[in-house]
């Protein structure tokens, strides 16, 4: 099946700095990339849809100004915590939806652990 | 809206055995998918199997399979012949055609006991 990786896998920050988070899908195109987030014995939460060219489209209260997304080509999408805090901390994870295959094709990444001291 | 719903936060099973995994869901949109994942303790989400809200008949994929009862709007994964690697968290999820998103349920951990 097709591959997504996600970079770095786990990342350990202080209060205040800012952590990028690289989602790139490997042997296909995406055109959309999903971010979720998951804390801890909790289900994934969407946080925005990236779309390849414009603008993220951010669920209702995901701080835009935060969660910075750029989706500048086809195979990778960037998402940048800003000024993260301790409850930032948490397990982030993306998605990529192939634009060969069925619409319903989805491929997630391993996930990012983040941890925000 | 869509609401997923999970009922059961966890769920034992005997090797060998086969289990369900219950799945209900809400929504208004004519077409949408019914997806379940499995998350081990590592967090990937690997992918299980597939429903569409069109598709008549049930999807299986090697010893999983959905058991879609659209009048009643549930889902349910059935693990045949259970395997102790089966231990983990599964989530049903569904997308719709207005953004192919997915929406998660709460999930349910397994636990495939000797």
């Known amino acids: 099946g097709a591959v997504v990786s996600q970079h770095p896998s786990w990342v350990i920050c202080k209060s205040g700095t800012s952590v990028k988070i690289e989602c790139r899908s490997l042997d296909f195109q995406a055109t959309t990339m999903f971010w979720y987030r998951q804390f801890p014995k909790q289900s994934l939460m969407l946080m925005a849809t990236s779309n390849e060219g414009s603008k993220a489209t951010y669920e209702q209260g995901v701080e835009k100004d935060k969660f910075l997304i750029n989706h500048a080509s086809l195979t990778l999408s960037t998402l940048t915590v800003t000024s993260a805090h301790p409850e930032d901390s948490s397990f982030y994870i993306c998605s990529a939806r192939d634009v060969v295959q069925s619409a319903d094709t989805q491929y997630f990444g391993p996930g990012t652990r983040l941890t925000v001291l | 809206a869509q609401k997923i719903t999970q009922t059961q936060p966890g769920m034992f099973v005997q090797e060998k055995e086969a289990v369900t995994l219950d799945c209900t869901y809400d929504?208004?949109?004519?077409?949408?998918?019914l997806f379940w994942y499995k998350q081990p303790s590592s967090g990937e989400m690997i992918f299980l199997i597939y429903?569409?809200?069109?598709?008549?008949q049930n999807a299986t994929e090697g010893r999983y399979s959905l058991n879609f009862q659209k009048a009643r709007k549930s889902a349910n994964l059935v693990i045949s012949a259970s395997q102790l690697g089966d231990s983990a968290m599964y989530f049903c999820?569904?997308?719709?055609?207005?953004?192919?998103?997915?929406?998660f349920g709460k999930g349910t951990s397994l636990l495939v006991t000797p």
């Open positions: 999820a569904m997308s719709s055609n207005s953004g192919y998103a997915l929406n």
């Open positions: 429903q569409g809200s069109y598709d008549q």
């Open positions: 929504t208004s949109d004519p077409s949408y998918g």
